[in-house]
């Protein structure tokens, strides 16, 4: 018997603090008790991300919290300027299609991170860009994308063009890239870090973004920031919303105060370290190697063994998930996600179990030499 355990970029592993708050009885949205507990997911999420307005909690995924932040501050005809080096890169101009804005994607070589030169290119060949999007964490390729630089040199050159940052795989594995000065909406997802199940979606503001919001016309009634507000005003959604998440947010973000930030940080790092060090003692190739982001480690197998080969040994044989690639890397790499509540033996059981079944695939890999090398990081 191996036990069960989720090793993905998302949905993670949920601790037990957090879904016994879950398992409490069912709140009415319009309670008393539920307002309490909405306005307290208000203070832990500012205190979170250190930011000054009170965030947005949306009823939704990831990717409709990014196309509600584009709809909300754009209107038809504007031009968005994005960084596409990744799935999620992607999705910006995918978004601006439909929502019949033009967009200018600033192509990234898959596992680099974007470059404050190509930033620059941009931004002054298209200062009529309403916004700036990019991803904190491009989930798909693995890289920590350089925004607090990025996004400091948009404003620089351009102070009107709002910046919009998908922080939804970074967000509590490292720290907030900037504050309301640099970042106009920040947005995070429950199933990462904040080690909650999917459906919930937090977009927080910056006075000038909400400034953007009233002066667009309205276009969506679902994804009507100010009618959010206002709701939020009397310490309520507009519509239902994933209240039992919000409990549950409100026992993660206890946790994370538990843990401390700095430490919550530095365990993320760790983590990373110990991954990057098992799997190229395994003989692996890991993906992005200038700018690798903390929450997930992204590898290419040795000897063209296949990368999903592996992935579905692995789950079979020792009960771990791990995730493939997507878009461009489908079926050629393999990531391990380590962001939320996980601890350094849970990587070295991720990084054990993928060097045993290496081995049982053909190559012949030294998997106590990986595991006493991650052993000596996690003491450090
Ligand atoms: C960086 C990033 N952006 C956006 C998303 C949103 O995707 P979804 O709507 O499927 O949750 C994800 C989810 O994996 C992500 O990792």
Redo the contacts with the bound molecule.
Sequence with gaps: MFKERLLT??PTIIPQKVLQAMELPMLHHRSEVFKKELLKACDGIRWLLSWDNNPLFLA???????EASVLNVCKPGDTIITVNGGV?GA?WAQIAERLQLKAHEIQVEWGSPVTEDQVVAAVTQHPEARAFCI??????TTVLHPVERIVRKVKELSPSMLTLV?G???CATTPVPGDTTTIDIF?A?S??ALMLP?GLSVVALSERAWKAVEETPRRSLYFDFLLERKSLLSGETSWTPTSTLIVGLNAAIEMFKAEGLEAMYTRHRTLSRMCHIGIQTLGCKLLATDAPCPSVTGFLPPNGIDADKVRNEVRTSYSIRLAGGQGAFKGKILRIGHMGFVDPFDVLAGVTAIGLTLNKLGASTDVAKATSAMTLEMGK
């Excluded at 991803?135 to 798909?140: K, L, P, Y």
């Design positions: 970029p998302g939704c995924s990831g990717t409709g919290a990014l999620f999705r991803q904190h964490s491009e989930t798909s998908d939804i795989s970074a947005i997802g199933q990462k999917p």
